[in-house]
């Protein structure tokens, strides 16, 4: 069973910065196509950038041009960079692994955006 450990989420003030980390408990990015996901209170859960086994990157509309996902094998993590900040971008998010017929999700990191 993979384990996904989210990270790095917290209060920023609007216009700025903060960078996800979802570890991995087992080398997996080769195999599975990953991705980050947010969901709001009272919302659904929706994708904002995956990445593919293949590196294959690909963002929701609300998020292009201020987040990337990345990711770093041989650290089995990957990254969500998010710039510029808005307040219609705090959630709860969480990184999802998809492949082989299974899917894997972390248990969410609070993001904040609020002056």
């Known amino acids: 069973q993979v384990q996904l450990v989210e990270s790095g989420g917290g209060l920023v003030q609007p216009g700025g910065s903060l960078r996800l980390s979802c570890a991995a408990s087992?080398?997996?990015?080769?195999?599975?196509?990953m991705a980050w996901y947010r969901q709001a209170p009272g919302k659904q859960r929706d994708m904002v950038a995956g990445i593919t086994k293949d590196i294959r990157t690909n963002y929701g509309d609300s998020v292009k041009g201020r987040f990337t996902i990345s990711r770093d094998n041989a650290k089995n993590t990957m990254y969500l960079q998010m710039d510029s900040l808005k307040p219609e971008d705090t959630a709860v998010y969480y990184c999802?692994?998809?492949?082989?017929?299974?899917?894997?999700w972390g248990q969410g990191t609070q993001v904040t955006v609020s002056s």
């Open positions: 087992e080398s997996i990015f080769g195999i599975y196509n």
């Open positions: 999802r692994a998809l492949g082989l017929g299974y899917v894997y």
